[in-house]
């Protein structure tokens, strides 16, 4: 049976070890909302570093929530990296403002060239890390009400983009 303590044992375990490499942190994700791709965001890579050396399992929730905008900037490897901590934090309904529901539904929308950058931000998912957000959005989608106004996103894309066999 899918619980909450499972589905978080199963994402810290699939990604146990994932770096942020050069990926971008939290607050250098967030400046690319603001446009800034300057020395600024050297400054603010500093200011990541922590996170980085720390690994994933070091964010702290109110970062997480402060930053919230930085899931519709990450590159591949900072969504990679930020992923697991978002994920288990919602379960554990921490979160004030950060929504990573949409960014994990908006895989399916209908505009192809935003479907493309969404998708783009989960292309170094390997199988396992794939399958542990599929047994999130599983958890979520079971535990809401029939008629949630996003339930329909979730099938969706469980259905078009997180399917156990869309690699």
Known sequence: MRTKESVIALI?????????????????????DNGCYDEYTKELQKLDARE????????????LDKYYVALSFFDPEGM?????????????????C?????????????DPDQRRYAQG???????????AVREYLLLIRDEMDED????PKIEAALKLYWAEDTE
């Not at 050396?53 to 109110?62: D, M, P, R, T, Y």
């Not at 931000?121 to 399958?131: A, G, P």
């Open 80 to 96: 990679r990296f930020h992923l697991p901590a978002y994920m288990i934090f919602d379960l554990e309904d921490a979160f004030v």
């Open 12 to 32: 810290r375990e699939a990604f146990r070890d994932v770096p942020l490499g050069n990926g971008y942190g939290l607050r250098q994700a967030e400046s690319h």
């Open 121 to 131: 931000h989960f292309s170094l998912l390997n199988r396992q890390q794939r399958h």
């Open 148 to 151: 949630w106004f996003e339930r």
């Open 98 to 110: 950060a929504d990573i529901l949409f960014s994990l539904t908006y895989v399916v929308t209908d």
């Open 52 to 63: 980085k050396a720390e690994g994933w399992q070091s964010l702290k929730v109110e970062d």
